[in-house]
C-alpha cells in the first residue's frame, strides 16, 4: 500500500482520474439542462451506448476520430429527437420512456456490434493527449492536469458554459422556469414543449459526446460498455443539486474512485477475491450520497410532470 502514496503514482491516479471523469461530466451537464427543464432522462446510458458504437464503427472503418465524434453527437440528437416526440410531443410517463431508451440502446448496440463487427477489435488509435504549452511541462502538476485529449478539456470547458448558458441568456431562463413553473412560463409567452424538447436535444446530444468519450479513450467496444455510467451521471445531477459545478465535483469523484481502484488492482493491493467488491465502489457511493442528500436537495418542483395546455 505505501507503494501507492508516491508522487508518480499519485500523480498517474489524478490524471487518470481527470480523464475518466470526462464521460460522467458530458453526461452529467447534459442531464443537468434537461432536468432544470423539467425532464428526467432515464435513456442516458442507452444512448451512451449507441453513439458510442457509432463512433467505435466509424473509428474502425475510417480511422478519424473526429468524424466518430461527430457520428456520436449525430446519434445522440437523433435519439434525443424520439425521446422528446415521445415525452414532449405524446406526453408519455418520462420514467418508462426513458427505460425503453436504455433498453433499445442496450440491445440494440450489442446487436449492431455482433453483426457488424463480432470480434472485439481495437480502434487503430485512441484519442491523443495534448499537452498545453508551457503548462504542461510544469513537474507532476503538467501531467496531472495540463496533458490530456481534447475532448477532456472540452468537457470541462463547457462547465462554465452550460453555467453561463442557464444564468444568464434567455433560453437559460426559460429552461429554468419550465421546470419550476410551466403554467406560469406558458402564461407569459415561453413555449414550454419547445423548450424542453430543445433541452432534451441538448442532453441527449451530451449523452452523445459521452459515449464517444468512453470508447475513444478506452479503444474498444463491448456489450455493455458503460456498465451503467449513465444511471450514475443521472445520480450525479442530483447531488450535484442540479448546478454544473456540483456535476463536476461530482463527475471527479467518481473519476478519482475509479482511478484509485484500477491502480490499486495493478499494484496488486487488492487481493483478487476482493477486486469485485471494489469495483463496486462507485455504486456504494452512488447510494450512500443519495441517502445522505435525501429531503436536503431541492429538485425543480415540474421535474417529470408532462404539461398541457388547458
Known sequence: MSDFFTVSVLVSVFASGIRLATPYLLASLGETIGQRSGVLNLGVDGIMLLAAFGAYYTALKTDNLW???????????????????????????????????????????????????????????????????????????????????????????????????????????????????????????????????????????????????????????????????????IAIVYFGAWRPLGAMAGSLLYGMVNATVVQLKVQGTIPRSASDLASMAPAVITILALVFLAGRVKAPAALTKPFARH
Open 67 to 233: 468524424l466518430a465524434v461527430l457520428v456520436a453527437l449525430l446519434v445522440g440528437l437523433m435519439v434525443g429527437v424520439v425521446y422528446g416526440l415521445i415525452t414532449v410531443s405524446l406526453h408519455a410517463a418520462q420514467g418508462i420512456s426513458g427505460i425503453g431508451i436504455f433498453l433499445f440502446g442496450l440491445g440494440f448496440s450489442d446487436l449492431l456490434f455482433q453483426v457488424w463487427v463480432g470480434t472485439p477489435l481495437p480502434v487503430p488509435h485512441k484519442l491523443p493527449k495534448l499537452s498545453i504549452p508551457g503548462l504542461g511541462s510544469i513537474p507532476n502538476i503538467g501531467e496531472a492536469l495540463f496533458q490530456h485529449n481534447l475532448m477532456t478539456y472540452g468537457a470541462f470547458m463547457l462547465v462554465p458554459a452550460v453555467m453561463f448558458l442557464l444564468q444568464k441568456t434567455t433560453f437559460g431562463m426559460n429552461v429554468r422556469a419550465v421546470g419550476e413553473n410551466p403554467q406560469a412560463a406558458d402564461s407569459l409567452g415561453v413555449s414550454v414543449g419547445r423548450t424542453r424538447f430543445m433541452a432534451i436535444l441538448l442532453g441527449s446530444s451530451a449523452a452523445g459526446l459521452a459515449g464517444a468519450a468512453l470508447v475513444l479513450q478506452g479503444g474498444i467496444f463491448q456489450a455493455n460498455l458503460t456498465n451503467g455510467l449513465g444511471f450514475i451521471a
